[in-house]
């Protein structure tokens, strides 16, 4: 019977059975219940030591007459101790208890994110270099299967370390007063975290990152920085005004305030998130060449991205305050975002010259280039260039903000607001553009070159401007022309300057649009001429 389960185990996934029989050892496992043991009993320890301890009888010793746990008054963490009759201090242990639950709520995910990520990231970098990773790649498996193996199997240790904390976990839960369902929440956002970050470990991974430190210094960063934003919501307000998240409202919903929304927010936010970074990283496991979107992708990620950025900047309907300040913060995040954007779907040279080819031979029979086709191709294709994409996810953004800014009170404000969308595009597109013609560079370094050759678009003009003296206030059209088109625009300048802003920016977008289509029309024809060469050779 036992026989039996087992094979019907590896049969379920058997790169789980790989795995788990590569690093299921006895040593390993007597070794890790060993350690978890060991450090359990150190928290607890450390936690023991803090307790006041006995009144002293040395009058002038005041060391044990304050404590972070005695019951008497005081302001925060140091308290006057009360003692009994024969001298123990009566002790809060509500509040002891509450300190050790989180200590090891915070702990117990920091160890499975750290050391997950890190063996993740570590095991294909190894893989890769072995040459291991093609074979499995060869397998009748799914990739799906393949990719849920490694996130199941590699991490067993940690996930073992962990689970061996639970119960005291459990313990300390029920000493500190707290429900059933605050404990299941926290443990449902660590396998949300969990999934969020193995995610985006084999993501990382499949873009040649071998190198496991790196994902773990980033975990390591962005749970010190969670940390952080957490305590300091916490620390500055009372409980009457208790704030769980940063913010205050999403789209109305109360989600820095009630605990309830808070956890939703945070599930729904990590669970997105993990979809989008998976889908990415089985499409990269499965072709290695391809772009790390598809471009149908894309237009549904831009939209779960702008509607989950939108919802902080709704919070003050229906009247706003300076509404185009937050225009200009969503403008900056929207910014980076097609910066990543840009990156995830601008394929690579030999793509590029396979789309060239493939079109070159569709039009052979035909006298123009372009048609009804090319364009479906240009939005939906694998291997065509990504500058059409770009502008739909541009498009998509654009009508996701206006639903916001339709409801600003002043005409002024709306187009100003306008404006500054138009010329962000329309700058966003150029740089598109550019680091599509960079990827058509022959030079090995081309990804280099892309992305210094946008860094310099979007960084020098403002930098340069600056070291000149040339501000706002005195010349504020060559402004428009940078990312500081919303100062411009505050101080004052006419709707026929930023309009004329805008044709150039037009104007530019559409000499670097035909000197793409030429670079992809010669490539198309030079393919076609090595080919009928080697066919008549």
Not at 38 to 59: C, E, H, K, N
Not at 153 to 158: K, T, Y
Not at 313 to 319: D, G, M, N, V, Y
Request: hydrophobic share 50%.
């Amino acid at each position: 019977m036992t026989f039996d389960r087992f094979y019907k185990f590896s049969d379920w996934n058997p790169q789980v059975f790989r795995e788990l029989k590569g690093r299921v050892k006895k040593l390993t496992v007597f070794l890790t219940v060993l350690g978890s043991c060991a450090t359990q009993l150190l928290v607890l320890m450390y936690f023991w030591v803090g307790l006041p301890v006995a009144r002293s009888t040395d009058r002038f010793d005041t060391t044990s007459r304050y404590s972070t746990y005695c019951t008497g008054r005081g302001s925060y963490r140091s308290f006057e101790c009360i003692y009994d009759a024969i001298g123990n201090p009566r002790i809060a242990w509500q509040s002891w208890w509450s300190d050790l639950f989180q200590a090891l709520s915070w702990t117990l995910p920091f160890v499975l994110l750290l050391a997950g990520v890190y063996m993740l990231v570590s095991d294909l970098g190894k893989e890769e270099r072995r040459g291991t990773l093609n074979f499995i790649r060869l397998s009748p498996q799914t990739s799906q299967n393949i990719l849920f193996g490694k996130v199941l199997g590699v991490p067993v240790i940690p996930y073992l370390a962990v689970l061996l904390a639970i119960p005291l976990h459990l313990v300390v839960a029920n000493g500190a007063g707290v429900s059933i369902a605050n404990v299941l929440s926290i443990y449902l956002l660590t396998a949300a975290a969990c999934a969020f970050f193995y995610s985006g470990a084999l993501l990382y991974a499949f873009m040649s990152g071998a190198q496991g430190w790196v994902g773990a210094v980033a975990v390591f960063s962005s749970y010190t920085l969670f940390f952080q934003i957490w305590t300091n919501s916490s620390y500055y307000r009372g409980e009457g005004d208790r704030r769980y998240l940063e913010m205050s409202d999403w789209f109305h919903l109360p989600v820095g305030t009630q605990l309830g929304f808070a956890i939703t927010f945070a599930l729904i936010t990590l669970g997105t998130g993990a979809y989008w970074l998976w889908q990415s990283a089985n499409r990269r496991f499965r072709n290695p060449d391809v772009t790390l979107l598809s471009k149908r992708q894309s237009y549904w990620m831009t939209f779960c991205v702008e509607v989950w950025m939108l919802g902080f900047a709704f919070r003050q309907l229906p009247e706003y305050y300076r509404p185009f300040n937050e225009l200009i913060v969503l403008g900056f995040f929207n910014l980076l975002w097609f910066m990543v954007l840009i990156a995830a779907l601008t394929p690579q040279r030999q793509l590029l010259l396979d789309w060239a080819r493939y079109r070159r031979e569709r039009v052979a029979s035909k006298r123009q280039f372009w048609s009804r086709s090319i364009v479906k191709d240009l939005l939906w294709g694998e291997k065509s260039p990504a500058l059409a994409a770009i502008a739909l996810n541009l498009l998509i953004a654009v009508a996701v903000a206006s639903l916001w800014i339709v409801g600003w009170a002043e005409a002024n404000s709306q187009f100003d607001a306008l404006v500054v969308m138009s010329l962000g595009a329309t700058l966003t597109l150029i740089c598109a553009a550019i680091a599509q013609l960079m990827m058509f560079m022959k030079s090995p370094k081309r990804a280099l070159w892309a992305a210094g050759a946008v860094a310099a678009v979007l960084i020098l003009p403002p930098v340069v401007l600056g070291a000149l003296q040339i501000t706002t206030d005195k010349t504020p059209f060559v402004w428009l022309f940078s990312i500081g088109a919303f100062s411009a625009l505050q101080s004052g300048v006419s709707a026929t300057a930023a309009l004329t802003a805008l044709m150039g920016q037009l104007g530019i977008l559409s000499l670097l649009t035909l000197r793409l289509t030429r670079q992809v029309r010669r490539a198309g024809e030079s393919e076609m001429k090595a080919l009928l060469a080697a066919s008549r050779s």
